[in-house]
């Protein structure tokens, strides 16, 4: 089979089966999301189409791969036969740099802490720590068994707590729930006209209704927290994302319309200027509160889902599960904060790299087991076997395994940090293991 071949029923399934209406710029070097408006989940989708249509053998590497960017990218991807392009091997670490380097990387993974945390990377603070709030961070499974990583009871409260603990920068609320879109619009004025010099202004606004900014998982709706400035023209405002790594202008009239969607609401106001870095008893008792290592609440929750589905419960059905899980990849990238968890235990504790490289191996790989548990999911739902469900489930056991056994390697690393800073009192692990 052809590369083009494939390409002509990546274009065939796109316009009969998923009916999709963004294809006046389909062609070979059409970009999935940029020019197609292809959204993680649609692409898994014509993946599973692909392999079922052209009855291919798409392996769990492929499903993983982060590189694929054009429709070529993708029919190269699915025709093993054609060699594509090689990655680069990975670059050697020379001793003393990897992790206890500059580190210039950054996770994009949380719009809220994106942004809360930008001003203390300005200041040469470290924000790595704040990061234990993610892998975990708080979502929902609604009424109807859909996961859904933001609803209206969700308020940011412990983000908040914590952020002015650690680092002494109180997270003001500007927007108030119990007054009207209207009058939230005419505070948000107010703040950035009387914004002084480094103070923050966070909005919550619908990324659907922004079409010209990048949206690799098109929600609708997507809420979504970023920061605004005014400039010398009224009619355009300064947009900074820092979770999307964007900075420019945008007409504020798009913006209002996206702040008031009836999906989103919520603001602060902060000012980095009064940030100071952590002290440790503050580190500790903000470890010891967030480390959940006997819990892993994603994975029971998509467990109960897919439980709920398969046993047709409240009149569910198996049908209804791709829809159900659909908002599984915004939650499952919040699982790279793991790195910097670990980064900051090894960076104080000056452990060696080779293992942190090994331990970042092991994110990556539950991480894409998310990914590739996802496509299970698809094709359960296609399908409508309830005899693939077993699998499913076997597969969520072994991603349960492999995230306690990275929790209790965290674990570890907490307890040698605390030791060394703290002092051995109350240690919730032992000894800690140092890697050897």
């Known amino acids: 089979m052809s590369r083009e071949s494939v390409v002509a029923a990546i274009g065939t399934i796109l316009r009969e089966e998923m009916n999709h209406p963004h294809l006046d710029r389909f062609g070979p070097d059409a970009r999935l999301n940029e020019d197609l408006y292809l959204d993680s989940v649609q692409l898994l989708q014509l993946i599973l189409a692909l392999e079922l249509r052209l009855e291919l053998q798409v392996g769990e590497e492929a499903i993983a791969r982060q590189d694929v960017s054009t429709v070529a990218d993708l029919a190269a991807l699915l025709v093993p036969s054609e060699a594509g392009p090689q990655a680069p091997p990975p670059a050697a670490v020379a001793e003393g740099e990897g992790v206890h380097g500059e580190m210039p990387y950054d996770l994009k993974i949380h719009c809220f802490v994106s942004c809360v945390c930008d001003g203390l990377k300005a200041r040469g603070i470290d924000h790595r720590p704040f990061y234990a709030l993610i892998w975990d961070a708080e979502f929902a499974i609604t009424d109807e068994m859909r996961l859904a990583y933001h609803s209206d009871a969700m308020d940011h409260e412990t983000f908040r707590h914590w952020f002015q603990r650690l680092y002494g920068v109180p997270l003001v609320a500007w927007y108030d729930?119990?007054?009207?879109?209207?009058?939230?619009?005419?505070?948000?004025?107010?703040?950035?006209?009387?914004?002084?010099?480094?103070?923050?202004?966070?909005?919550?606004?619908?990324?659907?209704?922004?079409?010209?900014?990048?949206?690799?998982?098109?929600?609708?709706?997507?809420?979504?927290?970023?920061?605004?400035?005014?400039?010398?023209?009224?009619?355009?405002?300064?947009?900074?994302?820092?979770?999307?790594?964007?900075?420019?202008?945008?007409?504020?009239?798009?913006?209002?319309?996206?702040?008031?969607?009836?999906?989103?609401?919520?603001?602060?106001?902060?000012?980095?200027?009064?940030?100071?870095?952590?002290?440790?008893?503050?580190?500790?008792?903000?470890?010891?509160?967030?480390?959940?290592?006997?819990?892993?609440?994603?994975?029971?929750?998509?467990?109960?889902?897919?439980?709920?589905?398969?046993?047709?419960?409240?009149?569910?059905?198996?049908?209804?599960?791709?829809?159900?899980?659909?908002?599984?990849?915004?939650?499952?990238?919040?699982?790279?904060?793991?790195?910097?968890?670990?980064?900051?235990?090894?960076?104080?504790l000056k452990w060696p790299h080779a293992e942190f490289d090994a331990i970042c191996d092991r994110i990556e790989a539950l991480v894409n087991g998310l990914t590739a548990l996802h496509y299970q999911v698809l094709k359960v739902a296609r399908s409508g076997d309830r005899t693939l469900v077993p699998a499913l489930v076997d597969r969520l056991d072994g991603l349960d395994a492999a995230e306690r056994a990275i929790k209790r390697r965290l674990m570890e690393a907490y307890t040698a940090w605390r030791a060394e800073r703290i002092g051995p009192a109350d240690l919730r692990m032992g000894e800690a293991r140092v890697p050897a």
Request: hydrophobic residues 40%; charged residues 25%; aromatic residues 10%.
């Open 177 to 348: 729930p119990s007054r009207s879109k209207d009058e939230n619009i005419g505070t948000l004025i107010s703040l950035l006209q009387g914004r002084r010099d480094g103070e923050r202004v966070m909005v919550m606004l619908d990324m659907f209704h922004l079409p010209e900014r990048e949206n690799k998982f098109n929600q609708n709706p997507f809420p979504h927290y970023l920061m605004l400035e005014l400039t010398e023209d009224p009619s355009w405002w300064q947009v900074r994302d820092p979770d999307f790594r964007w900075e420019g202008r945008i007409e504020r009239d798009k913006l209002l319309n996206a702040i008031r969607q009836p999906s989103v609401a919520g603001g602060y106001r902060f000012d980095t200027a009064l940030a100071h870095p952590p002290a440790d008893a503050d580190l500790d008792a903000f470890f010891a509160a967030t480390l959940l290592p006997d819990s892993n609440p994603l994975i029971d929750a998509v467990r109960a889902i897919v439980g709920a589905h398969a046993e047709g419960r409240d009149g569910l059905h198996l049908s209804g599960l791709g829809d159900a899980l659909r908002e599984l990849p915004v939650i499952t990238i919040r699982k790279w904060a793991y790195e910097h968890g670990f980064a900051f235990f090894w960076r104080a």
